[in-house]
Nanobody
Framework: QVQLVESGGGLVQPGGSLRLSCAASGFTFSAYRMNWYRQAPGKERELVASITTVGDSTVYADSVKGRFTISRDNDRNTVYLQMDSLKAEDTAVYYC??????????WGQGTQVTVSS
């Protein structure tokens, strides 16, 4: 069965770093574009970063450009989100998403990231 499991969230001080991981199983990982979304309390879910199937192109929300880096390892069926220079406004639940044309998308359960002193 299709499964995405996020890990790496937690509490970090402003200016700190976290690395999120998303382990995929149950589908052909290398055929899916992989995305990270986040949802803060009272706000809509937003796309944070996206990476193509082979990792040759990435897209970032303006709010995280230059601070976050998305990457993937198709041998390990894992996608990562390196988050540096974290700000309070980055506080949210972060979700991993797998996307492929003509196929239903897959979502992880989410991991909480809290940026606070």
């Amino acid at each position: 069965q299709v499964q995405l499991v996020e890990s790496g969230g937690g509490l970090v001080q402003p200016g700190g770093s976290l690395r999120l991981s998303c382990a995929a199983s149950g589908f052909t990982f290398s055929a899916y574009r992989m995305n990270w979304y986040r949802q803060a309390p009272g706000k809509e879910r937003e796309l944070v970063a996206s990476i193509t199937t082979v990792g040759d192109s990435t897209v970032y929300a303006d709010s995280v450009k230059g601070r976050f880096t998305i990457s993937r390892d198709n041998d390990r069926n894992t996608v990562y989100l390196q988050m540096d220079s974290l700000k309070a406004e980055d506080t949210a639940v972060y979700y991993c998403n797998a996307e492929r044309r003509y196929y239903a998308p897959a979502w992880g359960q989410g991991t909480q990231v809290t940026v606070s002193s």
